[in-house]
């Protein structure tokens, strides 16, 4: 169930970028997780992010202007809209951004676990060779 909801909201992402960059992105992390449930999951977290981000200066920001009675935190509907979808792509933005740092970092680890490795398997290949 879980897996078929993924590969819906993977659909957002175009082939040619799931191709290109993120099916050798997971190869190189030694990941075994199917492609379009990796990024399908990615893609969910980033829209829920952006939906409660947006939703924070309609609930939350009149809520703190009452609790403090701050009254510059009182805007018309249309700049708390702008806000809300401001604030809302920001949190989108970050949360990709944390996605693709984590799966560098992933590719980077790895990368240097086998250059650690390296120098000591050609050692020991070289002295088996005479």
């Known amino acids: 169930m879980f897996s078929q909801i993924a590969a819906m909201f993977a659909a ?72 809300a979808i401001i604030l809302g792509l920001i949190g989108a933005v970050t949360t990709s951004v944390i996605f693709y740092i984590h799966l560098f970092y992933v590719i980077d680890g790895r990368k240097k676990m086998v250059e650690n490795i390296l120098p000591d398997f050609f050692f020991f290949f070289g002295n088996n060779l005479t």
Request: aromatic share 18%.
């Open 12 to 83: 957002f992402v175009p082939k040619s970028i799931i191709e290109k960059n993120v099916r050798p992105a997971l190869v190189y992390a030694g990941s075994k997780d199917d492609v379009r449930q990796w990024i399908g999951i990615r893609v969910l977290v980033t829209i829920l992010i952006f939906a409660i981000m947006f939703l924070i200066p309609f609930g939350a920001l009149p809520a703190f202007a009452l609790l403090f009675s701050i009254d510059f935190l009182y805007l018309d509907f249309f700049s708390r809209l702008l806000f």
